[in-house]
């Protein structure tokens, strides 16, 4: 990335594709923010005056808007309004894709399903993101925490009898990265066959997705699984451990070579006994060996640890906190924070998509958008044509 937040990536790999996106909270948002990222033309449409929902929330949604609507362009218009509509469907004419996550058959009801707006544009993609993809759960409504708890997802993330839902809305990010994965490959086979599509993306296969490994871990094994905090590591050190300065920091070995190069660090005799001499035996005796390495590590600053793991080469971390990561020195000197200005004048930064083509980020192009801010731009010509 240049200096200006230029880069030398020119067209963009989307360049040139038109995405219409009808989506609020969190999943639709993010496919429609992957594809911007890359470089398509995508429009937001929002109902006229207070516009997409999630610019008003407060708590744990405050950040929504501003984190997944940089690189669109703001249009309102009512989907009950028949001028509105008439305009609508004129724009999505101009379209490649169309991305919604609104109820099951929500849009159907105003003449905007696939099946109408694919006779009008026979080369439409059309991907709905939805709670459940076709079956008997389809017409549920489903959040994160729902999928998070049919899955099994949060039974493994909290202690005993306390499932917990992970930190981030996961399967909202990861539905809307799926969603955009299946529109770039529909893009790709409409290169061959001339017509689009109807494509779905689905929160809880999602979260059934993720729980890939603890299934087969249980169907090879035959045992039931314990959750993470309380089951058997597969790793001797793995583990958060208290620095001498007070400094909780993650430390892994995972390899009977970081295990040679630890020990060697630490100089501590007792981790030379015959009970430590490879993975498997290091795991079957966490009861003895963690007690045994916290008590070495707490004889040590942070700062004196992190330098033995990074020469040592060994997986450590400090345990931030999200805000920290603003200061944090590898995202800022690799372009991974992304300079953003809100609506309100301030100006702030946000990690950028987590890829890199050649030597380049995606760049923002657009600020998160102002409501309607380019009514005039896009539907203008539409009004008066």
Known sequence: MNNDGSTTMDPLPLHGVRVVEFSHMVMGPTCGLILADLGAEVIKVEPP?????????????L???????RNKKSVTLGTDDAGDLD?????????DVVIENFRPGGLEAKGLGYGTLSLRNPRLIYLSLKGFLSGPYEKRTALDEVVQMMSGLAYMTGPPGRPLRAGASVNDMMGGMFGAIAVM??????????????????????????????????AISGKPLEPMPAGRRAWGVYDIFESGDGVQIFIGVVTDRQWEIFTRALNEPALA?????????????????????????????????????????????????PADLFEDPHLK???????????????????????????????????PPKIGEHNEEILGPLKRG
Do not use: W
């Open 49 to 61: 005056v207070k516009g997409d929902h999630t610019r008003n929330l407060l708590s744990s949604g």
């Open 63 to 69: 950040g929504f808007f501003a984190s997944f609507n």
């Open 87 to 95: 305009t609508l469907m004129k724009l999505i004419d101009t379209a």
């Open 185 to 218: 490959g529909a893009l790709r086979q409409r290169e061959a066959t001339g017509h689009g599509q109807h494509l779905q993306s689905g929160l809880f296969e999602n979260a059934a997705f993720l729980m890939s490994p603890q299934m087969m871990q249980q």
């Open 273 to 321: 006994s015959p009970d430590y001499a490879n993975n498997n035996l290091r795991a079957a005796h966490r009861e003895t060996l963690i007690p045994l390495v916290a008590s070495l590590l707490k004889q040590h600053d942070i700062a004196s640890l992190e330098a033995m793991c990074e020469e040592a080469g060994l997986p450590f971390s400090r345990i931030n906190k």
């Open 333 to 367: 000197a690799s372009g991974g924070l992304l300079p953003i200005t809100l609506n309100d004048g301030r100006t702030m930064e946000i990690p950028g998509l987590p890829i890199q083509f050649g030597e380049d980020r995606l760049p923002v192009r657009l600020d």
